[in-house]
């Protein structure tokens, strides 16, 4: 049976002067979010919504519920969700406009795990479905500790939540925040607890770099231009470098960071993705399980790092106290909340290689790290140099070899280096870049979840990870974390405001590569 995100949708297209554009449209629907009033629904969940509510993308026929155990009325609900409106946005109008989004928030008081509390809230959807004639579609949102993650599966299939169909209900959904489990043992486990209420259609399982518009971009850019797909193999490409650096520290995040470091944080989820969308072959068509079928074989064909060559593949650090942009900041033992002799990793880096026809024996780096020089991510496909140099006696590798920098963000945007040659009677060359920029063609990007949130409430899968996914990029890190866990050392101290441990660079420089530190 076809898996509902393959099937046919009713999709519009259209051309508007010269774009050409597929949109699905959301369903109507309810939104349950659970864990209203954390960090993330304030941060991004809401803002998020109200974007889409003013740009007309959010279905007409739509309201949003938080649950949660704090008790609190639908109007202080609206008072906080106001709140964070107006922290993100410096322009907010108190207007009907307004109004009229806030009065569709609603709260419930419930413990988690309490079943007579899902009782009550499945009739209250009940009820909200029909206010707003959200034809029984609903989405519920879990943006809690993962540890809460079994109980709100189980209590949500025990008050038949998860049930599609059936009693005046639509489809139901869930999304499922990261982390993912902690490793594959763990994960599996949770996949299964899921899977014993929810089928796999039904599962959204975020990672939030999919929803990035320059994330998306790599597949337009590949798979709708003619001339880079010829060339992005292993006889054009000598090596891919993947940086997610961020300037910030942990913040206020040492209880989740303490347990989780890099290499579960970003890693697992985000390189390792950004890896997939640039190593991945051309799917067969532009619909979700193709895609995902597509990234799931990368994943597979990444060479495992084996247990005793950790040490020579990947590279962990720990930022130390430092400068960082002018600024000083304190090292990440002296963060609050984190333990003084803690050994969890705030910078890794890896060397991977994807063992199939087209990407043999070319190497990718991954680096991430917290309180790096800059934030920066971007993906650089390095190509290799000419193979014959008619500009004698300079040599074809005396200059630089074409580079392709994908800029995931900030200054989100694409640029290409090549060699030209300066203006006048020598023949001096020098490298140039052509620059595509988006802000500057289309705009600032929409926030990711803005695109997340209408995808599922389209039924839309592509943007989210696959279960085989989640547990083949756990495989590729249960040696690393294992070895880890073994290792005395610890991770290699780094300056607070650096690019990262300097060894990280001996990772790059074995094969005569070094990390674009820019
Ligand atoms: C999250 C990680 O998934 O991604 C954070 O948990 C990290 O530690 C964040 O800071 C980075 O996201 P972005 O969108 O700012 O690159």
């Known amino acids: 049976m076809p898996l509902q995100s393959d099937s046919p949708r009713a999709t519009i297209q259209t051309k508007i002067q010269e774009q050409f554009c597929i949109e699905t449209r959301p369903d109507p629907c309810g939104l349950v979010i659970f864990g209203a009033s954390g960090d993330l629904a304030e941060r991004k969940l809401f803002p998020s919504l109200f974007h889409l509510r003013r740009s007309g993308l959010l279905p007409k026929q739509f309201y949003a519920i938080g649950m949660g155990r704090t008790p609190l009325s639908d109007d202080s609900f609206r008072a906080k969700v106001l709140a964070s409106l107006k922290k993100s946005m410096k322009d907010l109008e108190d207007d009907s406009f307004l109004r009229e989004f806030l009065s569709s928030f609603y709260y419930f008081t419930g413990q988690y795990d309490d079943s007579f509390a899902y009782q009550a809230l499945a009739s209250r959807l009940k009820s909200l479905d029909e ?210 002799d803690s050994l969890t990793e705030t910078f890794a880096a890896m060397r991977l290689f994807v063992d199939n026809w087209r990407w043999r024996d070319v190497p990718f780096y991954l680096r991430s790290g917290k309180r790096m020089a800059k934030r920066v991510s971007e993906i650089a496909v390095h190509f290799k140099a000419v193979p014959h140099l008619i500009f004698e006696p300079i040599r074809s590798t005396d200059i630089l070899a074409n580079t392709l920098v994908l800029r995931i963000q900030p200054e989100e945007g694409i640029s290409l280096s090549f060699e030209t040659k300066h203006p006048g009677p020598k023949l001096c060359m020098s490298c140039v870049t052509m620059d595509f920029n988006y802000e500057s063609s289309f705009g600032e990007p929409p926030e990711a979840y803005e695109r997340l949130f209408l995808d599922c409430m389209a039924g839309d899968q592509m943007l989210f990870i696959r279960e085989d996914s989640v547990n083949l990029s756990w495989a590729l890190m249960e040696p690393i974390l294992a070895r880890w866990k073994e290792d005395p050392a610890g991770p290699a101290l780094y300056e607070a405001g650096s690019w990262g441990p300097e060894h990280a660079d001996g990772l790059l420089a074995e094969f005569g590569h070094c990390w674009r530190n820019v």
């Open 131 to 340: 206010t707003h004639q959200t034809r029984g579609n609903r989405v519920f949102y879990l943006s809690i500790p993962p540890s809460l993650y079994r109980t709100v599966f189980q209590r949500l299939g025990e008050a038949h939540l998860a049930q599609e169909g059936v009693d005046g209900r639509g489809w139901s959904r869930l999304i499922v925040e990261k982390p993912f489990g902690r490793d594959l043992a763990s994960a599996r486990e949770l996949n299964k607890q899921i899977r014993s209420h929810f089928k796999e259609r039904q599962i959204y399982r975020i990672d939030h770099y999919l929803g990035k518009e320059t994330v998306q971009n790599v597949m337009v850019l590949r798979f709708a231009n003619i001339m880079f797909e010829p060339i992005w193999n292993r006889n054009f490409v000598d090596h891919v470098e993947i940086t997610a650096a961020e300037d910030i520290g942990i913040g206020h995040r040492a209880g989740y960071f303490e347990e989780a470091g890099t290499l579960r944080d970003m890693f697992q989820n985000h390189l390792l993705q950004l890896l997939c969308i640039t190593a991945m072959e051309p799917p067969g068509a532009f619909v979700a399980n193709r895609v995902r079928d597509e990234k799931s074989k990368v994943l597979r064909a990444i060479r495992p790092i084996r247990y005793e060559d950790v040490p020579k593949s990947v590279i962990r650090g720990q930022y130390g106290p430092g400068l960082v942009n002018g600024k000083n900041a304190r090292g990440y033992r002296d963060e609050p909340g984190v333990s003084p």
